[in-house]
C-alpha cells in the first residue's frame, strides 16, 4: 500500500504543480458538476426512458446507478474510510468542496457504468459509435476527480472498473426480466381472447 500511496501522491503533486491552469480550472469543474449525483446520467436514462426502442437502456442506466449507490457508496466507501487527499496533505489544495470518503470514485464509477451499458446496448443495436461520447464524457469526469484534488488516482481507477464490473451485472439483470417479460406477453394476450 506504501507504494501505492506513494503514486498516488505523486500523480496528484504533478497535476497541481504542472496541469492546473486559470483557463483550464473552471471547465474542468464544469465537468466535474456534470457527473455529481450521477446527474447527467440521470439525464440521459431518461431521454433513453422515452423512446421504446431504447426503454432497456434507460432502465439499465438506472438500475447500474442504483448498484453503484448501494455497492460503492453504501458499502466500500463506508468499509475502507478512506479520507480524502486535501484531508491526508493539506498542501495538495482541493478545488471544490466535497465530503464523506475517498475510495472508490463514486463520480468515476457511476460515470463509467452508465457509459458502460450504454455503450453495451448501443454495441447490440450496430451502432457502437455511439457509445463513444458517453465514454469519453465518463473518463473525462473521471479525471476531473484528480484535477480538483477530491480523489486519488487508484481510487478513479477502481471506480472505473467497478463501474463497468457493474455494467456488465446491470445489463445481463436487464436483459433477463426484458425476456421473462417478453415470454410472458403472448400468454397474458392469448388470456383475453
Known sequence: M????????????????????????????F???????????????AACLA?????????????????????GNMGIKQIVARPRPFQTYPELVNLIKQGGYSFPSAHSMSSFAAATV??????????????IPPLVLAA???LSRL????????????????GIALAF???WLTKQVSGWLNQ???HEKKKTK
Open 140 to 142: 473525462l469526469i473521471a
Open 2 to 29: 506504501g507504494l501505492i500511496e506513494s503514486i498516488d501522491y505523486q500523480i496528484l503533486a504533478g497535476i497541481i504543480t504542472h496541469v492546473r491552469c486559470n483557463v483550464l480550472t473552471p471547465v474542468v469543474i
Open 51 to 71: 423512446h421504446r426502442r431504447t426503454r432497456a437502456c434507460g432502465a439499465a442506466i438506472l438500475l447500474v446507478l442504483a448498484l453503484g449507490l448501494l455497492v
Open 184 to 186: 410472458r406477453r403472448p
Open 118 to 131: 450504454f455503450c453495451r446496448f448501443a454495441q447490440q443495436d450496430g451502432h457502437a459509435i455511439r457509445g
Open 169 to 171: 451485472v446491470a445489463v
Open 147 to 162: 484535477y480538483v484534488c477530491v480523489h486519488y488516482p487508484s481510487d478513479v481507477l477502481c471506480g472505473a472498473l467497478l
Open 31 to 45: 465537468i466535474t458538476r456534470l457527473g455529481d449525483n450521477g446527474f447527467v446520467w440521470l439525464v440521459l436514462a
